[in-house]
């Protein structure tokens, strides 16, 4: 091992002394591109907010949620903001669980379709893979894109919802978005059938208009077909 990799390893900072921030003399971004997209940055990311909060942690906090609560006015949404193909769509937040990089999709035998892609290994556990792109029907994106800013990499988003929980390739993640529940406006005519028929509406984002998805009518037309599937 060299002796870059091995201060990689070692060191908590490792993309302000040989990443991104440093002399770029990393080998992974070869890889990742950008040190945002490396394990190693997200692991530190994550340790970061797993420590033990400060004894003051909850005392300073507590005025400015009760201060943000109150300035909030009506039922307000929050949804992940994310990209399949040319499409933008959403998902309610509360069914999210991780955002992860693309990780290899291992075959079922005899099962792996269209819709069921395979099983992912998430944090030891395997879970099942699907594709949600297939099963709204829209095309999804092999090449790599390129943004103002850099490259542009597909995620593996995992959500959880009635005790099941899911993993699907998106082409793009963008953010969460809240927004008022008054925002939301009934779906176009003019929107792919498929997409249409499981969202609940849409909401403008920038420029954007993007469809927030029902997650009943997602989740249970998933079920159905990977019963089909399983009894075909």
Request: proline letters at 4%; glycine letters at 6%.
């Amino acid at each position: 091992m060299s002796e870059k990799m091995t201060s990689q390893a070692k060191d908590d900072d490792c993309w302000n002394e040989i990443g991104t921030e440093g002399d770029r003399t990393c080998a992974r971004l070869e890889t990742y591109v950008h040190c945002r997209n490396c394990l190693v940055y997200s692991d530190k990311g994550r340790s970061l907010l797993n420590r033990p909060p400060p004894e003051d942690y909850i005392d300073e906090w507590k005025p400015i949620l009760a201060l943000a609560k109150k300035s909030e006015t009506g039922d307000v949404i929050s949804a992940l903001v994310f990209r399949l193909g040319h499409e933008w769509v959403a998902l309610k937040s509360g069914f999210l669980e991780e955002i992860l990089p693309r990780r290899i999709v291992h075959s079922i035998p005899h099962r792996t379709s269209a819709i069921l892609l395979g099983l992912v290994n998430v944090r030891g556990e395997l879970l099942l893979c699907i594709s949600l792109a297939e099963i709204l029907h829209l095309e999804v994106e092999e090449e790599k894109k390129q943004r103002a800013g850099g490259a542009v990499f597909g995620r593996l988003v995992v959500t959880a919802h009635s005790g099941d929980r899911w993993a699907f390739p998106v082409d793009e993640v963008d953010q969460i978005h809240r927004f008022p529940a008054s925002e939301l406006q009934a779906v176009p005519a003019t929107m792919a059938k498929d997409a249409s028929s499981c969202s609940q509406g849409i909401f403008a984002l920038d420029s954007r208009r993007i469809a927030l998805l029902d997650e009943q009518l997602l989740f249970d037309g998933l079920k159905r077909s990977l019963h089909w599937q399983a009894t075909t």
